[in-house]
């Protein structure tokens, strides 16, 4: 099986950066895409940004220009560097994978526990 672990979060004020980090770790001979999701209380998760073992990208149009996702597929981890967070970014945010592929067989939409972020005024 794959395990999806999640960290950075935390709390930091308007205008400031949070670097979150998310590992796979398992039997693991490929992964497709790998990104970041969030969601809100109340409101539906939402896609925030992807990126593919190619290196293409998708980011959700209100964090395209703050935010920046990486990848080291070496180490099977995705990272999301974000700056001048704002407080509408609070939301817990979840790690996925759509596809990865082990000794077990192969798996589809993994999801990470989640990391809280707030963003305080």
């Known amino acids: 099986q794959v395990q999806l672990v999640e960290s950075g979060g935390g709390l930091v004020q308007a205008g400031g950066s949070l670097r979150l980090s998310c590992a796979a770790s398992?039997?693991?001979?490929?992964?497709?895409?790998m990104g970041w999701y969030r969601q809100a209380p109340g409101k539906q998760r939402e896609l925030v940004a992807t990126?593919?073992?190619?290196?293409?990208?998708n980011y959700a149009d209100s964090v395209k220009a703050r935010f920046t996702i990486s990848r080291d597929n070496a180490k099977n981890t995705v990272y999301l560097q974000m700056n001048s967070l704002k407080p509408e970014d609070t939301a817990v945010y979840f790690c996925?994978?759509?596809?990865?592929?082990?000794?077990?067989?192969?798996?589809?939409?993994?999801w990470g526990q989640g990391t809280q972020v707030t963003v305080s005024s």
């Open positions: 398992g039997s693991i001979f490929n992964i497709n895409a």
């Open positions: 996925n994978i759509d596809q990865v592929w082990t000794r077990r067989g192969q798996f589809h939409d993994v």
């Open positions: 990126m593919t073992s190619g290196g293409i990208t």
